[in-house]
Protein backbone atom coordinates (compact mmCIF):
# COMPACT_ATOMS: atom_id res chain seq x y z
CA UNK A 1 0.00 0.00 0.00
CA UNK A 2 0.97 3.78 -0.73
CA UNK A 3 0.42 6.69 1.42
CA UNK A 4 0.80 10.61 0.52
CA UNK A 5 1.05 12.88 3.15
CA UNK A 6 -1.48 15.82 2.20
CA UNK A 7 0.20 19.02 4.04
CA UNK A 8 -2.61 21.31 5.83
CA UNK A 9 -2.53 24.53 7.86
CA UNK A 10 -2.91 23.50 11.64
CA UNK A 11 -3.75 20.69 13.85
CA UNK A 12 -7.60 21.97 13.67
CA UNK A 13 -7.57 21.79 9.70
CA UNK A 14 -6.05 18.10 9.90
CA UNK A 15 -9.22 17.23 12.59
CA UNK A 16 -11.12 18.82 10.30
CA UNK A 17 -10.11 17.19 7.36
CA UNK A 18 -10.11 13.62 9.04
CA UNK A 19 -13.71 14.25 10.41
CA UNK A 20 -15.21 14.97 6.29
CA UNK A 21 -13.23 12.08 5.02
CA UNK A 22 -14.44 9.30 7.60
CA UNK A 23 -17.77 10.77 6.59
CA UNK A 24 -16.93 9.99 3.23
CA UNK A 25 -15.56 6.55 3.75
CA UNK A 26 -11.92 7.71 3.43
CA UNK A 27 -9.42 6.56 5.92
CA UNK A 28 -7.19 9.38 7.01
CA UNK A 29 -4.53 9.84 9.82
CA UNK A 30 -3.19 12.56 10.96
CA UNK A 31 0.26 13.36 11.12
CA UNK A 32 2.53 15.88 12.48
CA UNK A 33 6.40 16.68 11.05
CA UNK A 34 9.09 18.77 12.82
CA UNK A 35 12.27 20.15 10.79
CA UNK A 36 14.38 22.62 9.86
CA UNK A 37 11.80 24.81 8.65
CA UNK A 38 9.36 24.27 11.27
CA UNK A 39 6.53 21.99 12.20
CA UNK A 40 3.68 21.32 10.05
CA UNK A 41 0.45 19.01 10.58
CA UNK A 42 -0.84 16.70 7.31
CA UNK A 43 -3.57 14.02 6.39
CA UNK A 44 -2.12 10.99 5.47
CA UNK A 45 -4.17 8.81 3.19
CA UNK A 46 -4.48 5.78 0.50
CA UNK A 47 -2.85 6.90 -2.60
CA UNK A 48 -6.11 5.68 -4.79
CA UNK A 49 -8.11 8.13 -2.70
CA UNK A 50 -5.74 10.94 -3.76
CA UNK A 51 -8.51 12.66 -6.43
CA UNK A 52 -11.18 12.58 -4.33
CA UNK A 53 -9.43 13.35 -0.99
CA UNK A 54 -8.09 16.61 -2.69
CA UNK A 55 -11.21 17.07 -4.02
CA UNK A 56 -13.05 16.93 -0.67
CA UNK A 57 -10.28 19.14 1.21
CA UNK A 58 -10.61 21.63 -1.50
CA UNK A 59 -14.50 21.69 -0.98
CA UNK A 60 -14.53 22.58 2.10
CA UNK A 61 -11.27 25.23 2.48
CA UNK A 62 -9.25 22.56 4.20
CA UNK A 63 -6.70 23.21 1.98
CA UNK A 64 -5.97 25.28 -1.12
Known amino acids: MV ?19 HRNSIRAYVGKRSGEDGCFYYLNVHEKNKDAVVRLLEENQIIN
Open 3 to 21: FIEIPVKSATYAMKGKQIL
